[in-house]
C-alpha cells in the first residue's frame, strides 16, 4: 500500500474525534492463494495531551472510594497488608481529588506532558498533598488523630514482608483513612 493509499485508507476507516491523531503503519504484503495480493495495515492512535485527557476529578473520588473498598475486602480476607497500602493509596487519591476541586481543575493530570506546570503535585507525599487541598487547617484541627496515623503509610510499604502489619494497624487504618475521605 502506497502513502496515497494509507491516507485514503486511514481517512476512510479510521476516523476519530477532534484532539486524536491517527498514523496506519502497513506491516507487509503477502500473495494470497490465486495471486491475489493483499496488504496488512495496524491502526495506532495518538493521543495528544490536553485537559480533556485528564483522569476526571470525579472519576478520581470514586476511585479513592473503591479503593478502600478494596482495603475493607482485604482486611475481611485477614490480608492485613495489603488493606494497609490501600487505605494509605485511597487517602492519596482523595486528596489529589481534592486538589481538583479547590484549584477548579476539571481532571487531574494523568501523563508528564499533562502536568507541566503543576509538578508539584506529581508526588505521593501526603502532607505536600494536605497542602494543595485547600483542607489543610480542617484536618490538622478536626483530624489530628487520623492524619497522623496515615502519615505511617507511604508507597514504599507496598514491598513490605507479608505478615508485617497486624490486624490492629489494618484497622486503626481503615478507620483513619474512612474518616478523612469524609472532609476530602
Not at 132 to 142: M, P, Q, R
Request: net charge positive; proline share 5%.
Amino acid at each position: 500500500m502506497d502513502c496515497a493509499a494509507m491516507t485514503a485508507h486511514r481517512e476512510a476507516h479510521f476516523h476519530q474525534p477532534p484532539g486524536r491523531q491517527i498514523a496506519a503503519v502497513a506491516l507487509g504484503a503477502a500473495a494470497a492463494p490465486g495471486g491475489a495480493g493483499y496488504s496488512l495495515a495496524r491502526k495506532i492512535v495518538i493521543q495528544r495531551p490536553s485537559q480533556d485527557s485528564m483522569l476526571p476529578a470525579n472519576k478520581v473520588s470514586a476511585i479513592a472510594r473503591g479503593r478502600l473498598k478494596d482495603a475493607q475486602v482485604l482486611l475481611d480476607a485477614g490480608r492485613y497488608d495489603g488493606a494497609f497500602y490501600l487505605c494509605g493509596y485511597s487517602v492519596e487519591i482523595a486528596l489529589k481529588a481534592r486538589i481538583c476541586r479547590t484549584l477548579r481543575w476539571r481532571g487531574f493530570p494523568e501523563s508528564p506532558a499533562e502536568f507541566k506546570g503543576r509538578q508539584a503535585v506529581r508526588t505521593h507525599d501526603l502532607e505536600v498533598l494536605l497542602a494543595f487541598s485547600g483542607v489543610e487547617a480542617i484536618v490538622l484541627t478536626g483530624r489530628m488523630p487520623e492524619w497522623s496515623a496515615v502519615l505511617e503509610w507511604n508507597p514504599e510499604k507496598r514491598y513490605i514482608p507479608i505478615g508485617h502489619t497486624t490486624k490492629q494497624q489494618a484497622e486503626d487504618l481503615m478507620a483513619s483513612a474512612r474518616r478523612l475521605l469524609e472532609v476530602l
